[in-house]
């Protein structure tokens, strides 16, 4: 069976202190992994694709890499607006078979 | 940027009643799903369509159903509703499936 599986479910800085998200996968065949934030009350909101290992896409304080088995979402130096949940969602195998996503990381970071 | 838009921010109905749930997408996008997402279970898929006319069962589709008449708008239909169907519900599209969703702002169901 198809899993996604995030950590921490929640993790709470102080502003400045960076860390990482990690989103590990196990597919039976990985066509691209998708990164989002949430803000409470709203819809997710599209972040980041990565498509191969080895592949990093940035975005302000945000830099998410990709390996074979896992991805990470890296946040330097966060901000108290980037307090949110993120995300992540794999698809699987080739067709049109529906994103397979994970729980989430619950973000909060503080002033 | 693509817009997805749901009918209603919050929407309180009774158990027993049929609810309709509308999504609308401004971009032409082939693919269509409505998820409910509950704390502690994160994002369930309920229904998706590829095609107009098309619609195939996600993980939970009993107690549901959908529409999808033309290609911008896809509905999401409870029955009869019940307790237990009290969640946010969220409607994304895509342009296919290597492509990501995008969601709409969700719609949050109080069944009393």
């Known amino acids: 069976e198809d899993q996604v599986t995030q950590s921490p479910e929640a993790l709470r800085l102080q502003e400045g202190e960076s860390s990482s998200l990690n989103c590990s996968y196990t597919v039976s065949g990985l066509r691209g992994l998708f990164w989002y934030r949430q803000d409470p009350g709203k819809g997710p909101e599209f972040l980041f694709t990565?498509?191969?290992a080895g592949e990093e896409k940035e975005k302000e304080r945000l830099k998410a890499t990709l390996t074979k088995k896992e991805s990470f979402l890296h946040i330097t130096a966060p901000k108290p607006e980037d307090s949110a949940t993120y995300l992540c969602?794999?698809?699987?195998?080739?067709?049109?078979?529906?994103?397979?996503f994970g729980k989430g990381t619950r973000l909060s970071v503080i002033a | 940027d693509v817009k997805v838009t749901q009918s209603s921010r919050y929407l309180v109905k009774r158990t027993g009643e049929k609810v309709f749930l509308e999504c609308v997408q401004d971009m032409d996008h082939e693919n269509m799903f409505w998820y409910r997402q509950d704390p502690g279970l994160g994002l369930r898929l309920i229904y998706f369509?590829?095609?107009?006319?098309?619609?195939e069962k996600g993980d939970i589709p009993e107690g549901y159903s959908v529409s999808r008449e033309k290609k911008e708008r896809f509905s999401l239909i409870l029955e009869s509703a019940s307790t237990n169907q009290t969640s946010m519900y969220l409607c994304a599209s895509s342009v296919d499936s290597n492509q990501p969703q995008h969601f709409g702002d969700g719609t949050r169901l109080s069944i009393l």
């Open positions: 990565l498509y191969s």
């Open positions: 369509s590829y095609d107009v006319k098309m619609k």
């Open positions: 969602a794999v698809q699987v195998r080739s067709g049109n078979t529906p994103l397979v």
